[in-house]
């Protein structure tokens, strides 16, 4: 599926902020990117589309060189891949509707984008989407009138009508409250398995992140120093990655809790997602107790 | 307010004080700017020659000059009802067509969006459009096309690619670079960022600027008749040089009414939309 190889970015300031990473995702899952600020995280997620210039080293999506590409076919090639960003980036002034369609543009002509005139299939899978995450009947409303949560929303949504075939995910739960935080990553991780999409997150979290991938990526320094289960990261690894401290709290209640959102999946299916919601809450709040 | 005795007298021996430090830190360095600005104030008073004799024999003059401006002379009101409609083709013409001109200039001198050659080209346009006077530049189209309207609106019109061109170029250069991220992660090219990531963003101040800048081409127009580019400023100009001192009251209060009038309408709109 995806191919990153020896991928290395040296921003013209002198600044290494990778050194030759490379990741094979074969399988539809959703694999956490973890590591200290300035790790390089952000930066690898957007030399995969290119939104950062990579400096060396290959990045292969089905098959496509997507590192050897020109300006107008990596356009192309941007839109089977979805992204979702830290800060939302919706068009604040245009409605809801207006920025999950714009997930559309680059299979729509200059002028169904100019006066809105999007196909309309795309139209109704912009309906289903809002509904899916939580948002019928806000089609009108001004992005700038949604609380941080509900636009996130619409960023997945956004993403989503791209029919992408990855989606890169950069620290999508920085802007959101603890609670918000585990509801959007939950579903993330529920459209992942639903469309069997595979993503790529972006997450300082650690905690949250042994919660939801099925696959952790350790960065530190531009370079990858952990590759595997989420099961694998114990105290060692940690430190490995972030330095010294004390690990113990987070790992042990994370990996329980992982183990519970498994056994959900596995036992009931959609129509539960508001029950997983209110429970995810307890379990944060007992999480909490256990820290203190 | 009273401390607790103990450890007071301490902390009270070594009151530390702040002062905000001085924009320029070096103290001779400052008292020389002031000195020189005080000097160069001195000597400029003495260089116009700040006559006050020749202002007082002015008074009796001016005082004059007001007695026949009164009453206001409405009685060749066509001739004043052409200047000004005139004034006002000028101003709305000119406007329309600027504004829309001034898009594609705003984008090409917009730092963020534009090659560095195309950006330099368009930012050189707008510094010597900025630099020249809207009346200079009028002369110019004076001599160039001959009197009248025609090079009113032509000043006109490239004065307000200047000032919209300049204030809406630096408006996208404002803009949140993650809106723009996120229309090029879709995969959406070059038009489609113009779209949605930098349309929405920068409309509302657009609109606001179109009104601001027929604001000030309804006053400009009023002026340019003066060397020659047509409108009430002609009927103005000549006016005084025939001592029809109440005629030309007539054209200034039906002027400052305009002028009132747009500017009212134009705070009242801006106000509206932004």
New interface residues.
Partial sequence: MLQVENLAKTYPTGQQALKGCSLTLDKSQVVAMIGPSGAGKSTFIRCINRLVEPTAGRVVLDGTDVTALSGDQMAKMRRHMGMIFQEYNLVERLTVMENVLSGRLGFVSFWQALFRRFPQQDVARAFELLERVGLSGYENNRADALSGGQRQRVGIARALIQEPKILLVDEPTSSLDPKTARTILGLISDLSHERGLPVLLNIHDVGLALMFAERVLGLSEGEVVFDGPPRGVDEAILTRIYGEADWRQTIRHAGEEADERRDRRAGANGDSHDGAEQSDIDERLKWEAARR | MTTPATGADGAAATTRTWRKPPMIRNRWLRWLIVVLGAAYIVYAVDDVNLDIDRMIRGIPKAIDMFGQMVPPDFSRWQLLLEGLLESLQMAIFSTAIGVVLSIPIAIGAARNVAPKPIYLLFRGYLGVVRTLPEVLIAIFFVKAFGFGAFAGMLTLTIASTGFVGKLLAEDIEDI?P??V?????????W??VL???IQ??V??RYVGLCIYRLDINLRESTILGIVGAGGIGATLYNSFGRYEYDFSFAILLSIIAVVLVAEWGSAAIRARIT
């Fill in positions: 949140d993650g809106q991220e996120a229309i090029r992660a879709t995969g959406g090219g038009p489609m779209l949605y990531g929405p963003q409309l509302p």
